[in-house]
């Protein structure tokens, strides 16, 4: 079975500001990585994903996040923030295609102006 | 933009009554997958559809939760009796086949039971 853990549960931070996400994962065998956004009363809307290849994944708004097999992490990163990106955001783990997203518990990111 | 659609959007109900959340996902993804956010945790999976087929119910609560896909397309989750624990918020995604699991999700329905 695979399990996700996100450390920290809320981060506070000052716009313009950078800011990381923590995500550790454990699992037997290889896996999909992904890191979902929640805003509020919203849905989940995927950011980024790791599925193979270059272990430094980017989205289209800024952020990154690096697959790191040996530590087992896939941390979330974005060097300046906005008052926008207040949101949650989650990490997940898929054993295969098609399988189901295993999350963590979230992290809540509030920017401050 | 096509999206997954869930309806209701917000349900409030008192226990030991019955709920039913719908879901109609993105025109031709054969996957839909129901999940539970518990407030303050990240989605669980509840149920996974291929088509009209289950492929994993192992966490839905059997004794009063059941879901359908009858035709392949929308889908629908139901409560019977609602307790108080399940108040949460109920996703529904979907996925296309041969995409690599991307899942894309609904708005959801929350879910209070008092």
């Known amino acids: 079975a695979q399990s996700v853990t996100q450390l920290d549960s809320q981060v506070p931070v000052f716009e313009e500001a950078p800011v990381e996400l923590r995500c550790n994962y454990s699992?037997?065998?290889?896996?999909?990585l992904f890191w979902y956004v929640q805003y509020p009363n919203q849905g989940l809307q995927l950011l980024l994903k790791?599925?193979?290849?270059?272990?430094l994944v980017e989205s289209i708004n800024g952020f990154e996040a690096e697959f790191n097999k040996s530590q087992t992490s896939f941390h979330l990163r974005k060097p300046s923030v906005h008052i926008s990106d207040t949101a949650e955001y989650f990490c997940?783990?898929?054993?295969?295609?098609?399988?189901?997203?295993?999350f963590g518990g979230g992290t809540r990111v509030l920017v401050k102006p | 933009e096509a999206e997954v659609a869930q309806s209701p959007r917000y349900k409030i109900t008192e226990k030991s009554q019955a709920v039913a959340f719908w879901c109609d996902p993105i025109?031709?993804?054969?996957?839909l997958y129901w999940y539970r956010q518990i407030l303050g945790q990240g989605p669980e999976l509840l149920v996974q559809?291929?088509?009209?087929?289950?492929?994993?119910d192992s966490q839905l609560p059997k004794d009063r939760f059941s879901a359908e896909r009858l035709k392949g397309v929308d889908s629908t989750l139901k409560i019977q009796p609602a307790e108080l624990g399940d108040s949460a918020m109920y996703l529904c995604?979907?996925?296309?086949?041969?995409?690599?699991?991307?899942?894309?999700f609904g708005p959801g329905t929350r879910l209070t039971v008092l």
């Open positions: 995604a979907s996925s296309f086949p041969g995409t690599l699991n991307e899942q894309f």
């Open positions: 699992s037997s065998v290889s896996v999909y």
């Open positions: 790791y599925l193979s290849g270059s272990t």
């Open positions: 997940a783990v898929s054993k295969a295609a098609g399988n189901k997203l295993t």
């Open positions: 025109s031709g993804h054969a996957t």
């Open positions: 559809f291929q088509d009209e087929s289950v492929v994993d």
